[in-house]
């Protein structure tokens, strides 16, 4: 052609060239001085790849997404360029069958159905719901988002090939409420851990802060959620709670968290003054060799995993009760997996791990002049249980030397505690090392096969049982 050209775009500039072109596909029509003209049409991408990849195929079904759409992720609205998409189920994995570019304006999905004609699962089925995310480009996180649909759509939120559809909003899911003691004292801070169903059990899935008795967590999946309440440790704030349900996971209400559900509030049982006593409790929790145990939802607050001991059983709430069985306080496992009461007046206790989808041994201590310490409490945490051991009379004492030992250990049980006697060792993960029995109370074994180290040995008979630490150097 032949200078000077006139430019003009689809988007109404008159320039040669476009700077910070938005995405999305343009066109220009140049028209040189002797009236000839050209045109050309360009797409501009978004710059960043997409996290998803989406299979063409012959079916498709249309979902409309008006400018007016109400939408949010984590309670804010989707920015420019962030990504709305559908996914469908492909033989148990999650996949793209089609996705938008938000850019303020109507816009519209196309979705992809399964192609019949290849044995992959490569699109929706005839009748899928729709499950729905928001990509945030900024961040590059994605949320599974709940939908409302505009209901004067034909097929509403199911694929239909050559159908067509339309939300009014997308929310994401979450939960949110109030957490105070039954003398109606707000909590001031700590944790809400959300529990839910998976295919090894019940296991802890999401968590978030509470503060000044307020919580609300985002981001979560649709499903049934078991909530409890745990407050910050060191403090005499409260005993981590359930929702409808104090202190016991198995009264629990679940919750079906579908899009924002609110006014989940919980009530925790007030901590009960003791401190005028100089007899104590404590002991250790341990992680068995099959439990389900994970200690990663906490992150590292509160106690953090140690260097020295990972595989302990870090932030698990130990509940104590009175001899009436009401809970006075509790306290969490530490980096090492211990734990401790002090100042208890002389009587009787109960000691308990809760730990949600596990059944719990509740031990009984008796504490008294001749016996006011008592640190030998030992759970270990198993596949669905957590096991209680400790000794039942403590009038009864086990001797066991020389302790430390560099290998040959010594035995004297109390007499009258029956006969048989099993005996079982553990080291600090929980895991057997040896066993034995013996139908005497005084014998002697040899541990110098073993690494150096904290062992656990558990001494029984149909009546009795008595867990004593051995040092191994």
């Not at 009436?324 to 306290?331: E, G």
């Not at 505690?417 to 109370?441: H, R």
Request: hydrophobic share 35%; net charge negative; with cysteine.
């Amino acid at each position: 052609g032949t200078p000077p050209y006139v430019y003009i775009w689809s988007d109404g500039t008159s320039s040669e060239d476009i700077s910070a072109a938005n995405y999305g596909t343009y066109s220009v029509f140049v028209t040189d001085i002797q009236g000839c003209e050209q045109s050309h049409e360009t797409f501009v991408d978004l710059g960043y790849p997409i996290p998803w990849e989406v299979i063409n195929t012959p079916t498709s079904h249309t979902i409309d997404i008006p400018f007016n759409a109400s939408l949010s992720a984590n309670g804010l609205a989707p920015e420019k360029y962030d990504l709305l998409a559908v996914f469908y189920d492909s033989l148990g994995t999650e996949k793209c069958g089609g996705y938008a570019v938000w850019q303020n304006v109507n816009t519209s999905i196309q979705s992809f159905g399964d192609d019949l004609s290849t044995t992959n699962i490569d699109g929706f089925a005839t009748g899928e719901s729709f499950v729905w995310k928001i990509y945030d480009f900024s961040m590059g996180t994605q949320t599974i988002v709940t939908p409302a649909y505009d209901l004067s759509y034909p097929d509403d939120q199911f694929f239909v090939a050559g159908g067509s559809s339309a939300i009014t909003g997308l929310q994401s899911n979450s939960i949110s409420g109030n957490v105070s003691t039954s003398s109606k004292a707000q909590l001031n801070l700590g944790m809400m851990v959300l529990y839910q169903q998976t295919p090894s059990g019940i296991g802890a899935t999401y968590k978030g802060l509470i503060v000044d008795g307020n919580y609300q967590i985002d981001g979560l999946t649709p499903g049934s959620y078991l909530c409890y309440a745990i407050p910050q440790p060191g403090n005499d704030w409260g005993i981590p709670g359930y929702y409808t349900s104090r202190d016991n996971w198995e009264d629990g209400s679940w919750v079906q968290v579908n899009g924002h559900t609110s006014g989940i509030d919980i009530t925790i049982d007030p901590v009960q003054p003791y401190t005028t006593g100089t007899a104590s409790i404590g002991g250790n929790i341990l992680v068995g060799v099959n439990s389900n145990y994970n200690p990663l939802i906490f992150g590292n607050e509160w106690f953090p995993a140690s260097g020295s001991k990972s595989d302990a059983a870090r932030n698990i709430p130990v509940l104590l009760y009175d001899d009436q069985n009401n809970p006075l306080d509790f306290r969490l496992s530490d980096e090492q997996g211990t734990f401790a009461y002090s100042n208890l007046e002389y009587g009787t206790y109960f000691v308990r791990v809760e730990q949600a989808g596990f059944s719990t041994d509740s031990i009984e201590v008796e504490l008294s002049a001749s016996n006011p310490n008592i640190d030998d409490l030992v759970f270990t945490i198993d596949s669905a249980t957590v096991t209680g051991t400790a000794m039942l009379n403590f009038n009864k004492d086990v001797v066991i030397y020389p302790n430390p030992t560099s290998g040959r250990v010594n035995f004297i049980l109390p007499e009258n505690t029956g006969n048989n006697y099993a005996i079982t060792l553990f080291d600090i993960s929980g895991k057997l090392v040896k066993q034995f029995t013996s139908n005497n109370t005084q014998f002697t074994t040899d541990l110098s096969d073993l690494a150096k180290g904290v062992y656990y040995v558990k001494l029984s008979s149909q009546k009795w049982s008595a867990t004593r630490k051995i040092v191994l150097k």
